[in-house]
Antibody, heavy 121, light 112 residues
Framework: EVQLLESGGDFVQPGGSLRLSCAASGFSFSTYTMNWVRQAPGKGLEWVSGIFSGGSSTLYADSVKGRFTISRDNSKNTLYLQMNGLRADDTAVYYC??????????????WGRGTLVTVSS | DIVMTQSPLSLSVTPGEAASISCRSSQSLLHSNGLNYLDWYLQKPGQSPQLLIHLGSTRASGVPDRLSGSGSGTDFTLKINRVEAEDVGVYYCMQALQTPLTFGGGTKVEIK
């Protein structure tokens, strides 16, 4: 059974940093592109970042480019999101999402339960 | 960036009736390989999103055939036949053609 378990969400002041983790199990983690998608309170979904299976290719939404860094450790089956320079509008539930096809097109067949990041003074 | 526009914003449906949700993209999602890179997701209350439809019309595993996706290019539709209580939630379309991936604003479906 595929499982994605996010952690690391917390309350942080503007300008602060956090690192989110997503522990994956039940599939060959090193084969699949992985993503972070966020949802601000009461709002819709926003794709944040994606990383290909090998970890060398990464992509970001303009809203987080230069502040967030996605990475993965295939030996630990874990996805990360390093978030620096946090702003109030980064407040959201952050979901880890797995691509359906190994390094294929962007379709998310499994999602974690999410971890809440709150940025406020 | 590709802008995704959904309508209506909300829908109230009598159980057993049909419902349709429209999704339009600002650019064609039809790839040169003939596939439309458009997904549909449902977020049930208090849950994470779940995949319903990918490539415009292919149902994900376990999705009942009461749900169907259609359309091509810039205009897509999700149809739910014989709406049931389990269909309640917010439906999102997402373009999977190019990054940044972008979602529609969502359509909230409730039961009358």
């Amino acid at each position: 059974e595929v499982q994605l378990l996010e952690s690391g969400g917390d309350f942080v002041q503007p300008g602060g940093s956090l690192r989110l983790s997503c522990a994956a199990s039940g599939f060959s983690f090193s084969t699949y592109t992985m993503n972070w998608v966020r949802q601000a309170p009461g709002k819709g979904l926003e794709w944040v970042s994606g990383i290909f299976s090998g970890g060398s290719s990464t992509l970001y939404a303009d809203s987080v480019k230069g502040r967030f860094t996605i990475s993965r450790d295939n030996s630990k089956n874990t996805l990360y999101l390093q978030m620096n320079g946090l702003r109030a509008d980064d407040t959201a539930v952050y979901y880890c999402a797995k691509d359906q096809v190994p390094d294929g097109y962007w379709t998310f067949d499994y999602w974690g339960r999410g971890t809440l990041v709150t940025v406020s003074s | 960036d590709i802008v995704m526009t959904q309508s209506p914003l909300s829908l109230s449906v009598t159980p057993g009736e049909a419902a349709s949700i429209s999704c339009r993209s600002s650019q064609s999602l039809l790839h040169s390989n003939g596939l439309n890179y458009l997904d549909w997701y449902l977020q049930k209350p208090g849950q994470s999103p779940q995949l319903l439809i990918h490539l415009g019309s292919t149902r994900a595993s376990g999705v009942p055939d009461r749900l169907s996706g259609s359309g091509s290019g810039t205009d897509f539709t999700l149809k739910i036949n014989r709406v049931e209580a389990e269909d309640v939630g917010v439906y999102y379309c997402m373009q999977a053609l190019q990054t940044p991936l972008t979602f529609g604003g969502g359509t909230k479906v409730e039961i009358k």
